[in-house]
């Protein structure tokens, strides 16, 4: 019954391609910021300072999402899905497999480029309802991963929780 106990079906972090819209808005804002001091270039004069302040805000927007994910880590075994996030701060966070009700991969045209998706759980935990898996490369066969250890789990609770003499697991041992 505990031959699947705690074995490792996924370990690592998510892809960074889950950063692209966060790219690619750091390059319209400095597209306009640079259009706008070119513009107003003949009647003040560039203020190198406050453009590089501007690029800097801008790098550090577009930065904070990368070093995000790259101190994410995701470990999912046939028990729980653990988060470890954070770089000063460290957060660990866990989400036991029997908690999860439905699961459902979106794969966003961009994502779908690079072969990756999203994998979005459905929860019976009442502080975090919804979970998210972002960037996960695979994410319709980890789903379906996860789909399994789930069925699983239920189904070794329902055979130790059963009176059916016919049910694997069933025992007629008695207190007395």
């Given at each position: 019954?505990?031959?699947?106990?705690?074995?490792?079906?996924?370990?690592?972090?998510?892809?960074?391609?889950?950063?692209?819209?966060?790219?690619?808005?750091?390059?319209?804002?400095?597209?306009?910021?640079?259009?706008?001091?070119?513009?107003?270039?003949?009647?003040?004069?560039?203020q190198?300072?406050?453009?590089?302040?501007?690029?800097?805000a801008?790098?550090?927007?577009v930065?904070?999402?990368?070093?995000k994910?790259?101190?994410?880590?995701?470990?999912i075994?046939?028990?729980?899905?653990?988060?470890?996030?954070?770089?000063?701060?460290?957060?660990?966070?866990?989400?036991?497999?029997?908690?999860?009700?439905?699961?459902?991969?979106?794969?966003?045209?961009?994502?779908?480029?690079f072969?990756?998706?999203?994998?979005?759980l459905?929860?019976?935990?009442?502080?975090?309802?919804?979970?998210?898996?972002?960037?996960?490369?695979?994410?319709?066969?980890?789903?379906?991963?996860?789909?399994?250890?789930?069925?699983?789990?239920?189904?070794?609770?329902?055979?130790a929780?059963?009176?059916?003499?016919?049910?694997?697991?069933?025992?007629?041992a008695?207190?007395?």
């Amino acid at each position: 019954m505990s031959s699947m106990a705690n074995q490792v079906i996924f370990s690592g972090a998510p892809s960074q391609v889950c950063n692209l819209p966060a790219i690619l808005k750091g390059c319209a804002v400095m597209t306009v910021i640079g259009a706008i001091h070119v513009c107003t270039s003949n009647a003040f004069p560039l203020q190198w300072h406050v453009l590089l302040a501007q690029a800097g805000a801008v790098l550090i927007g577009v930065g904070v999402p990368f070093v995000k994910t790259a101190f994410t880590r995701i470990v999912i075994d046939t028990e729980q899905i653990t988060w470890t996030q954070g770089i000063l701060h460290r957060r660990v966070s866990s989400l036991k497999l029997s908690r999860i009700q439905g699961t459902t991969s979106i794969h966003p045209w961009w994502q779908r480029l690079f072969g990756v998706g999203s994998i979005i759980l459905t929860t019976t935990d009442l502080a975090h309802p919804v979970r998210r898996l972002p960037g996960i490369r695979g994410a319709d066969q980890l789903r379906k991963k996860i789909d399994e250890a789930v069925a699983m789990l239920q189904k070794r609770s329902i055979s130790a929780n059963t009176h059916d003499p016919n049910a694997p697991g069933y025992s007629q041992a008695h207190s007395i």
